[in-house]
């Protein structure tokens, strides 16, 4: 069974800070455009496989972009 745990990423705002475009992080990542824009504007979520990738393409260091959505709750206590 695949974990569904909420996962946010910085992957885009890190592309922003690198002067990379939408279009250049679809070929450093192996993903296209579409399904690019599709996770950044929310309508596709963040899966453990996109991580997976994103690192691998990228590097371990980009491990650091992602972080599971924690409810108020139990990041509190």
């Known amino acids: ?25 679809a070929e450093k990542t192996g993903y ?8 950044r ?7 453990e496989t996109f991580m997976a990738r994103i690192i691998l393409r990228l590097g371990e260091w980009a491990r650091s972009l992602f972080f599971d959505e924690m409810p108020d709750l139990i990041r509190h206590q």
Do not use: C, N
């Open 1 to 25: 069974m695949t974990d569904q745990r909420e996962m946010k990423t910085r992957l885009f705002e890190w592309a922003e800070e690198q002067g990379l475009t939408l279009e250049e992080l």
């Open 32 to 39: 296209s455009t579409r399904h690019l824009y599709r996770i």
């Open 41 to 47: 504007d929310g309508e596709w979520p963040v899966t």
